[in-house]
């Protein structure tokens, strides 16, 4: 079991930046692949980014860029750094787990979510 715990969240302008930080418990995080989805109001989860265990990167099209995903193992943390923020990046971001070994962008293959923390940014 993992929990995982979202902070850093907030109301921004457009071209500001934010950090957000992911907590996770337990004494494996580094056994798991790490991604951050966002959901708008009205709209469906999106991926935004994810971290293999082993390191490797992936963004979506419209954040890429804009956002640097990176992970600490020795902090069970996985953090998401994002720059030049568009009010189009407003939204409540997750984080998740997966036990997956290669970059997962598909929300359903994630075995544990955070509670989410919410991006303003205006314009």
């Known amino acids: 079991q993992v929990q995982l715990v979202e902070a850093g969240g907030g109301l921004v302008q457009a071209g500001g930046s934010l950090r957000l930080s992911c907590a996770a418990s337990?004494?494996?995080?580094?056994?798991?692949?790490m991604g951050w989805f966002r959901q708008a109001p009205g709209k469906e989860r999106e991926f935004v980014a994810a971290v293999s265990r082993s390191g490797d990167t992936r963004y979506a099209d419209s954040v890429k860029g804009r956002f640097t995903i990176s992970r600490d193992n020795a902090k069970n943390t996985v953090y998401l750094q994002m720059n030049s923020l568009k009010p189009e990046d407003t939204a409540v971001y997750y984080c998740?787990?997966?036990?997956?070994?290669?970059?997962?962008?598909?929300?359903?293959?994630?075995?544990?979510w955070g509670q989410g923390t919410q991006v303003t940014v205006s314009s």
């Open positions: 337990g004494r494996t995080f580094s056994t798991y692949g």
């Open positions: 998740a787990a997966t036990g997956a070994y290669l970059i997962v962008v598909v929300s359903s293959r994630y075995d544990y």
